[in-house]
């Protein structure tokens, strides 16, 4: 599996253009190697910029004068300690040195007049060898990576060739070379449907749409570009298994509470007066009878990843719970025993319960919620 570099016109693939933003992205935030530049380096820039506007602020100079010394001083020290690593690592070191070093130089030299003053050195040439050093060592360590063939070599191939993109820009044959690392990389995933007995078959159109959901979304996502999910595959890595045990809705239990009520003086508010006997006033009475109403539905989802020797990888649960309560107040008995705080509970409208597929779907979502963030958190680090 050789790898070479030939010189080519035409632009690199879609795929290639597509992806290597995402991994340089990774790569730049991962390799401490590639944060050379230090704040003095900054620093040094912002007085190149003032100096653009006026090439003659004698203070700026001698700034920049002592500033590039002091700068260069330092990328040299740093580039006779490299400290004993691969060799890759090592060339990428020299090369980042090199390079911010010429970039101090070419900064000096936009400046009018200013590399008389200053006398910047050109590394140009110890740049491009360190370049074309970088260049070889990376094109040997990913035909090597490839050869192995395993995913985590190949992975670190394809982060090499991606490098080596960088050094030499427009080279069609990396195109290939890029595809075929990741290509050995990739882990492909699918999930299967829900499995449901008999008793959820009623909720089929939600459970296909809950699936649905969740396949769109993880392929969706941003998620790795090693990870390939779909629905089917001929050789799955990993294959995702979703079993709904358990889903009952509005199981409904009752609770009633009866309380009596008396009124020794039963006066409506309309003045009427009440019944009298030879021995005086009869009280008013009613009972008064509050049913509460408790509807619990709960939804079971379990998962096993198998992975591609049929062994099970992970095995997960995932539960989800609706509470639905009403509470109706009734009496019987004499009206005017009532206080006005009775009449009012009295007033309180019926709530009517969801129905049986807007409680399912309400299930359905919380396992869908669960099921992706344990999905997700699980391949973000692939």
Same mark, same amino acid.
């Given at each position: 599996?050789?790898?070479?570099?030939?010189?080519?016109?035409?632009?690199?693939?879609?795929?290639?253009?597509?992806?290597?933003?995402?991994?340089?992205?990774?790569?730049?935030?991962?390799?401490?190697?590639?944060?050379?530049?230090?704040?003095?380096?900054?620093?040094?820039?912002?007085?190149?910029?003032?100096?653009?506007?006026?090439?003659?602020?004698?203070?700026?100079?001698?700034?920049?004068?002592?500033?590039?010394?002091?700068?260069?001083?330092?990328?040299?020290?740093?580039?006779?300690?490299?400290?004993?690593?691969?060799?890759?690592?090592?060339?990428?070191?020299?090369?980042?040195?090199?390079?911010?070093?010429?970039?101090?130089?070419?900064?000096?030299?936009?400046?009018?007049?200013?590399?008389?003053?200053?006398?910047?050195?050109?590394?140009?040439?110890?740049?491009?060898?360190? $370049? *074309?050093? %970088?260049?070889?060592? +990376? /094109?040997?360590?990913?035909?090597?990576?490839?050869?192995?063939?395993? #995913?985590? !070599?190949?992975?670190?191939?394809?982060?090499?060739?991606?490098?080596?993109?960088?050094?030499?820009?427009?080279?069609?044959?990396?195109?290939?070379?890029? $595809? *075929?690392? %990741?290509?050995?990389? +990739? /882990?492909?995933?699918?999930?299967?449907?829900?499995?449901?007995?008999? #008793?959820? !078959?009623?909720?089929?159109?939600?459970?296909?749409?809950?699936?649905?959901?969740?396949?769109?979304?993880?392929?969706?996502?941003?998620?790795?570009?090693?990870?390939?999910?779909?629905?089917?595959?001929?050789?799955?890595?990993?294959?995702?298994?979703?079993?709904?045990?358990?889903?009952?809705?509005?199981?409904?239990?009752?609770?009633?509470?009866?309380?009596?009520?008396?009124?020794?003086?039963?006066?409506?508010?309309?003045?009427?007066?009440?019944?009298?006997?030879?021995?005086?006033?009869?009280?008013?009475?009613?009972?008064?009878?509050?049913?509460?109403?408790?509807?619990?539905?709960?939804?079971?989802?379990?998962?096993?990843?198998?992975?591609?020797?049929?062994?099970?990888?992970?095995?997960?649960?995932?539960?989800?719970?609706?509470?639905?309560?009403?509470?109706?107040?009734?009496?019987?008995?004499?009206?005017?025993?009532?206080?006005?705080?009775?009449?009012?509970?009295?007033?309180?409208?019926?709530?009517?319960?969801?129905?049986?597929?807007?409680?399912?779907?309400?299930?359905?979502?919380?396992?869908?919620?669960?099921?992706?963030?344990?999905?997700?958190?699980?391949?973000?680090?692939?």
């Amino acid at each position: 599996m050789k790898i070479e570099i030939r010189k080519a016109d035409r632009m690199l693939s879609y795929i290639t253009r597509i992806l290597t933003p995402v991994i340089c992205i990774i790569f730049l935030q991962c390799s401490s190697q590639k944060n050379i530049q230090q704040p003095e380096d900054n620093s040094f820039e912002k007085q190149i910029n003032k100096l653009q506007k006026n090439p003659r602020d004698e203070k700026t100079i001698s700034s920049v004068s002592k500033q590039y010394k002091s700068l260069q001083q330092s990328h040299l020290v740093r580039l006779n300690e490299v400290p004993p690593a691969t060799l890759t690592n090592k060339n990428e070191i020299i090369y980042e040195e090199y390079k911010a070093l010429q970039q101090l130089y070419i900064s000096i030299q936009s400046i009018p007049g200013l590399a008389i003053t200053v006398k910047p050195v050109d590394y140009s040439e110890e740049l491009n060898t360190a $370049k *074309e050093n %970088l260049a070889k060592t +990376l /094109i040997s360590e990913s035909e090597n990576l490839l050869n192995n063939g395993d #995913k985590a !070599s190949c992975r670190k191939s394809y982060y090499n060739l991606l490098k080596l993109q960088e050094l030499r820009p427009g080279v069609p044959y990396l195109t290939d070379k890029l $595809k *075929e690392s %990741l290509q050995c990389a +990739l /882990i492909n995933i699918i999930i299967h449907e829900p499995v449901t007995d008999a #008793k959820h !078959s009623h909720y089929n159109t939600d459970i296909r749409e809950f699936y649905k959901a969740i396949l769109q979304n993880m392929q969706n996502q941003n998620t790795p570009v090693f990870i390939s999910i779909g629905s089917e595959s001929p050789d799955p890595d990993e294959s995702i298994k979703l079993e709904l045990t358990q889903f009952d809705i509005g199981i409904i239990t009752k609770d009633n509470n009866s309380r009596d009520a008396v009124n020794n003086q039963p006066y409506t508010s309309g003045g009427r007066r009440s019944t009298t006997s030879g021995t005086g006033t009869t009280p008013a009475s009613a009972t008064i009878t509050t049913t509460r109403t408790l509807s619990n539905s709960t939804g079971t989802l379990k998962m096993e990843i198998i992975g591609r020797n049929q062994n099970v990888i992970d095995k997960q649960e995932f539960a989800a719970t609706y509470e639905w309560n009403s509470e109706i107040n009734t009496y019987t008995g004499d009206r005017r025993a009532l206080t006005a705080n009775d009449r009012s509970q009295l007033r309180n409208p019926v709530k009517n319960p969801p129905t049986d597929n807007e409680i399912a779907s309400i299930l359905l979502k919380q396992l869908k919620e669960k099921i992706l963030s344990y999905l997700q958190s699980r391949y973000a680090g692939f």
